[in-house]
């Protein structure tokens, strides 16, 4: 049954890969008014997250635009995608002008790269603790109930939808993971997700206050 929940309901509990070591470990939030307030503290190396801090460590766009410094005529414009941890510093990227073949720098900011399809806590942008790759694709859950959830979808022969609109997490599934003939593969990368939840208590672990200053957006 489709009640429209989105994926942001299951968003105060997020089991992840530390950044830095790959230790599982849980990302506690909870709902203020109009924000997350999230935080994280690695079991192993002690890296600290924080979202009043505004931590992003995840995958990141370099933009940035103006003309070319000989002709004047073409916008020279960057955008490029930055994986990886710790970020580069925003800087200057080189662009060449397709009318002059002049080179220029342009001046970029870093900006999240995020879609809520991606296998990354939505909060500060970690790998998922729970994710399985398979020949259709990944599958990922943020916790386990988001987990029983995604298993009771899959299960059910008969999906009744209760809401209009996009808004539902089952809507924004990859087809995929919807096709009655994929059922059973997906079925068994939800369990082995199961698994590892199962086996892994680390990922209760509560985070404490200390902070280890991540690089900036």
């Not at 995020?114 to 943020?142: E, K, Q, T």
Request: hydrophobic letters at 35%; one cysteine or more; a positive charge.
């Amino acid at each position: 049954m489709d009640h429209g929940k989105p994926l942001a309901v299951f968003a105060d509990e997020v089991f992840v890969r530390c950044v830095h070591c790959e230790t599982p470990g849980r990302v506690g939030a909870t709902w203020s008014p109009y924000r997350w307030m999230a935080a994280f503290e690695c079991a192993s190396c002690h890296v600290c997250l924080s979202s009043e801090k505004d931590d992003w460590v995840g995958p990141v766009i370099a933009v940035g635009h103006r003309p070319c410094g000989k002709c004047g005529h073409k916008w020279l414009t960057i955008h490029e995608r930055i994986d990886g941890f710790p970020k580069p510093v925003p800087g200057h990227r080189p662009a060449q002008c397709s009318e002059c073949g002049h080179m220029s720098e342009v001046e970029v900011t870093l900006q999240r790269c995020y879609s809520g399809r991606d296998a990354v806590d939505p909060h500060f942008g970690m790998p998922l603790f729970l994710i399985h790759g398979s020949r259709l694709g990944a599958v990922w859950a943020y916790n386990e109930r988001h987990l029983s959830e995604l298993i009771a979808y899959v299960q059910a022969t008969l999906r009744v939808r209760q809401c209009a609109g996009n808004r539902s997490m089952f809507s924004r599934l990859p087809a995929w993971m919807k096709l009655a003939k994929n059922r059973g593969s997906v079925l068994k990368s939800l369990q082995k997700l199961g698994t590892l939840s199962a086996k892994d208590a680390s990922c209760r672990k509560p985070p404490d206050s200390r902070h280890i200053e991540p690089s900036r957006t």
